[in-house]
């Protein structure tokens, strides 16, 4: 089964930036792509962006365009989400899911724990 662990969250100020980690296992990493999602308090859990198994990037948030870049290290079976230009909307606690593709709708395994990103004014 697919297990994630995000890590990298903290309180920066706006403006700042952060790296947020996501560490796979369970899986072959190589062959699934990576989602990332936020839950901001009172709201829904959102996609934010994928990584697709080639690189590929989809974007499912465009307030991040241009400011949030994917990766994925298949070495490490690590996804990274850098965030720069922070701002306080970007709050959030952010989870990371294993897909078959950007264009599934299924989660594979369970959910991890979150990081949570903290954005003040």
């Known amino acids: 089964e697919a297990q994630v662990v995000e890590s990298g969250g903290g309180l920066v100020q706006a403006g700042a930036s952060l790296r947020l980690s996501c560490a796979t296992s369970g899986v072959t990493f190589d062959d699934y792509a ?3 999602f936020r839950q ?3 709201k829904e859990r959102e996609g934010v962006v994928c990584i697709s198994t080639n690189g590929g990037t989809t974007y499912f948030e465009d307030s991040v365009k241009g400011r949030f870049t994917i990766s994925r290290d298949n070495a490490e ?3 990274y989400l850098q965030m720069n230009s922070l701002k306080p909307e970007d709050t959030a606690v952010y989870y990371c ?3 078959y593709n950007c264009r599934s709708t299924i989660i594979l395994g369970s959910w991890g ?3 949570q990103v903290t954005v003040s004014s």
Do not use: C, S
């Open 40 to 42: 901001a308090p009172g």
């Open 77 to 79: 079976n690590t996804v």
């Open 113 to 115: 724990q979150g990081t």
């Open 34 to 36: 990576i989602v990332w």
């Open 97 to 99: 899911a294993v897909r």
